[in-house]
């Protein structure tokens, strides 16, 4: 079982930048899609970024051009870096990983973005 670790949330003003990070219990070699998803107060979760193993992304229309997600599978990290960041982007951010079908979930960090 992958176990998947968030890091990175916090309170910023809008306009401002976060990094989020993502740690794998075990190779990310291993592990094909990953991603980032995001769940707002009252809203049904929503994918934000993902990024497979060959490093192709896809991004929600909301963040493109002020997210950018990679990953780092020597660390068994993947990283979201948002930029310009809105008070639409306040949520809890999910780090999502599959492997050979099965799909990992972490429990999140916190992004407040305050205006």
């Known amino acids: 079982q992958v176990q998947l670790v968030e890091s990175g949330g916090g309170l910023v003003q809008a306009g401002g930048s976060l990094r989020l990070s993502c740690r794998a219990s075990?190779?990310?070699?291993?592990?094909?899609?990953m991603g980032w998803y995001r769940q707002a107060p009252g809203k049904q979760r929503e994918l934000v970024a993902t990024?497979?193993?060959?490093?192709?992304?896809n991004y929600a229309d909301s963040v493109k051009g002020r997210f950018t997600i990679s990953r780092d599978n020597f660390r068994n990290t993947v990283f979201l870096q948002m930029d310009s960041l809105k008070p639409e982007d306040t949520a809890v951010y999910y780090c999502?990983?599959?492997?050979?079908?099965?799909?990992?979930w972490g429990k999140g960090t916190l992004v407040t973005v305050s205006s």
């Open positions: 075990e190779s990310t070699f291993n592990i094909g899609l």
């Open positions: 999502n990983a599959n492997k050979y079908g099965t799909t990992y």
């Open positions: 990024i497979s193993f060959a490093g192709i992304t």
